[in-house]
């Protein structure tokens, strides 16, 4: 059953709760990985369709200067909201929000050169709900285990999380 586009972040923590963790409050990479994908399977209303870009993931890793340049690792939903004013404009954008769940980890040396890896994301993808979306996190999930710095940031325990529902434009 779909859920609002509103109601997001409080869906993925419903997950994340039924495999007994706590939103801000993760601890193991691998659990908070399977909630996320059992997230992207869940339908949205109130967005664009897939010919526009309207439910798209990402996987994002680094150092910002938010979490205190701490390495990191989120975990992105991005839907597109449709609004129906305005859409006769056309320079009509819709807007785009973010459901995240970014964790943070404490230094290591196994990851002490994170930045200084060629990609910092994988790339938004759209593909659309069901089996080719769990195939594409299936290439994601290859991609991030083929960096030594990633595998292990993986393998370690995050020091806090945060889940959150953001505009992003």
Same mark, same amino acid.
């Given at each position: 059953m779909p859920i609002p586009w509103q109601a997001g972040a409080d869906?993925?923590?419903?997950i994340l709760r039924r495999r007994g963790v706590e939103p801000d409050a993760v601890r193991d990479v691998e659990v908070a990985w399977q909630a996320f994908c059992e997230f992207l399977q869940v339908g949205?209303? &109130?967005i664009e =369709?897939?010919?526009?870009?309207?439910d798209g993931f990402i996987v994002q890793w680094g150092r910002w200067d938010w979490n205190g340049d701490r390495p990191a690792l989120s975990f992105g939903r991005r839907l597109a909201v449709?609004?129906?004013h305005g859409r006769d404009d056309p320079a009509w954008q819709p807007e785009y929000w973010h459901v995240e769940l970014q964790l943070v980890f404490a230094e290591d040396p196994a990851w002490v050169d994170l930045g200084s890896l060629a990609r910092q994301d994988t790339g938004f993808r759209?593909? &659309?709900?069901? =089996?080719?979306r769990a195939t594409a996190l299936g290439e994601i999930r290859s991609l991030l285990t083929s960096y030594p710095q990633l595998a292990a940031l993986w393998q370690a325990e995050p020091l806090r999380s945060d889940l959150a529902l953001e505009c992003a434009g």
């Open positions: 869906a993925f923590a419903r949205v209303e &109130g =369709g897939p010919d526009d870009d309207g449709s609004a129906a759209f593909d &659309g709900i069901g =089996g080719s």
